[in-house]
C-alpha cells in the first residue's frame, strides 16, 4: 500500500506534530515512511523554549530540525505569540509588577527574532499568532495579556517582526474551530484588516481539531474558499478526527463516555476521513499542508481533553502503529 506521502506528494506536504521522544524506534520509523513534514507539538512555544528571560532551552527544537533535516522532511513551526503556555516572567517585571507595552513590545521582538533567526532557512513556514481570536462573542481579540498590555496591534508587530527574522518563511495565523460561521467571520475580519495593512501574513491554518460529527463537507469547504478569497494560503495544522462528540467545558467523566472504538465508530471515523481527504484533494493549490497532531492512537493529547483519562482514537494509525484497516481507502484514489 501507497503512504501518505507518497500519495499526496503532487498535493501537499503530510505532516505530524512531534515531541522528541517520537523521534526514536518505531515511531520514528514510522514518521519518516508516511510524513513529509513535521511540527513540533511543544517545545517550540513560548515556555518551553524561553523558560527564563535569558534562557532558552534549544535542545529539544534543535533535535526535532536535526531530525528533520537527516530525513529530508520540511519543518513547520509553532507558535511564536499564543496566550497559553507562555511563562509569567514575559508579562511581569523583577518586583512582580505588570511591565508596559513598549517592555513587552520589547521582550515579543527579541523572542521572535531570536528564535525565527536560529531556523532560518530551515522552517518553512511559521505559526506566528495563534488563537487570537475568542470563541463566542462580537469581540475580535481575545483577551489576552498580549492584548490588555500591548493593544491589537501586538498582531501585526508579531508578524512584521517574525517576516524581518526570516524574509523567506511562511507567515501564519493559526486557529480552531474555524467551521463555525461567527468565528470564521471573526478571524476573515482580522485577516482582511492585516491584507489590507500590508502586514506579512502568507496563510491561514485551519487546525482541524474534528470529529467523526463535524465538520460536514459544505463548511469545510466554505472556510476554505472564503480565507483563500483574500489570496492566502491555507493549511489544514493539527489533524485530529475524534470519536467524541464535541463538548464544551466538560471535565469529569460520565457513563456515557465510551472510550471503546466500536465498529460503528470506526466506519463513521473511516467516512469522515475519506470526506475530508477528498475535500482536500479538490483544493489543490490553494490548500499548501495538511499537519496531523500526533503520531497514532497510542498517545494524543485528546486521552486528556476535555476530560482528563478518556481515551481518543483520532488517528490514521493505531495503538500498535498500524494503519488502520481504512487507511487504504485515505491513499488510493
Ligand atoms: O512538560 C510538562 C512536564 O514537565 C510535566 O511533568 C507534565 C505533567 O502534566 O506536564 C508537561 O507539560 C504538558 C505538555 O503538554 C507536554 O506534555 C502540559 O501539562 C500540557 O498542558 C501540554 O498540553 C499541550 C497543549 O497544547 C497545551 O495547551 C498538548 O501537549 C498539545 O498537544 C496542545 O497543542 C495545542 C496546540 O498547541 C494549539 N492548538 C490546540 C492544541 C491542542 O490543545
Given amino acids: 500500500p501507497k503512504t501518505l506521502k507518497e500519495a499526496y506528494k503532487d498535493y501537499f506536504p503530510v505532516g505530524v506534530a512531534v515531541a522528541p521522544r517520537n523521534l526514536s524506534g518505531p515511531e520514528a520509523d514510522l514518521i519518516v515512511r508516511q510524513f513529509s513534514s513535521i511540527t513540533p507539538e511543544n517545545a517550540m512555544k513560548m515556555g518551553p523554549i524561553h523558560p527564563e528571560p535569558d534562557r532558552y532551552a534549544w535542545e529539544a527544537p534543535d533535535a526535532i530540525v536535526a531530525f528533520a533535516q537527516k530525513n529530508g522532511m520540511k519543518v513547520r513551526g509553532h507558535t511564536l505569540c499564543w496566550h497559553n503556555q507562555t511563562p509569567q516572567w ?116 485551519l487546525q482541524g481539531h474534528w470529529s467523526v460529527y463535524e465538520p460536514k463537507e459544505s463548511e469545510l469547504q466554505e472556510s476554505i474558499s472564503r480565507f483563500a478569497s483574500l489570496g492566502l494560503a491555507v493549511q489544514i495544522t493539527e489533524l485530529d478526527v475524534s470519536i467524541h462528540a464535541k463538548e464544551h467545558g466538560r471535565r469529569e467523566m460520565t457513563a456515557d463516555d465510551k472510550s471503546v472504538l466500536t465498529p460503528e465508530l470506526l466506519s463513521k471515523q473511516a467516512a469522515q476521513y475519506e470526506m475530508l481527504f477528498k475535500t482536500f484533494r479538490k483544493n489543490r493549490g490553494v490548500l499548501t499542508g495538511i499537519t496531523f497532531w500526533n503520531v497514532s492512537d497510542k498517545s494524543t493529547w485528546l486521552d486528556n481533553f476535555p476530560v482528563r483519562g478518556r481515551k481518543d482514537y483520532p488517528l490514521l494509525f493505531d495503538e500498535n502503529l498500524q494503519p488502520k484497516a481504512y487507511f487504504n481507502r485515505i491513499v488510493d484514489f
Avoid at 505588570?98 to 533567526?117: M, N, P, Y
Avoid at 489576552?144 to 501586538?154: M, N, T, V
Fill in 90 to 205: 514575559f508579562f511581569t517585571d523583577a518586583a512582580g509588577k505588570q511591565v508596559t507595552r513598549e517592555v513587552l513590545l520589547e521582550r515579543l521582538k527579541q523572542h521572535i527574532t531570536d528564535v525565527v533567526g536560529r531556523y532560518k532557512g530551515r522552517i518553512y513556514a511559521w505559526d506566528v499568532v495563534n488563537e487570537a481570536v475568542p470563541d463566542t462573542g462580537k469581540a475580535i481579540y481575545r483577551q489576552s495579556k498580549f492584548y490588555e498590555i500591548i493593544g491589537e496591534d501586538y498582531i501585526e508587530k508579531a508578524f512584521e517582526y517574525a517576516h524581518a527574522a526570516d524574509p523567506a518563511a511562511l507567515l501564519f495565523y493559526n486557529d480552531y474551530n474555524t467551521e463555525s460561521s461567527t468565528k470564521r467571520e471573526k478571524i476573515f475580519q482580522l485577516l482582511k484588516k492585516l491584507k489590507a495593512k500590508n502586514v506579512p501574513v502568507h496563510g491561514v491554518g
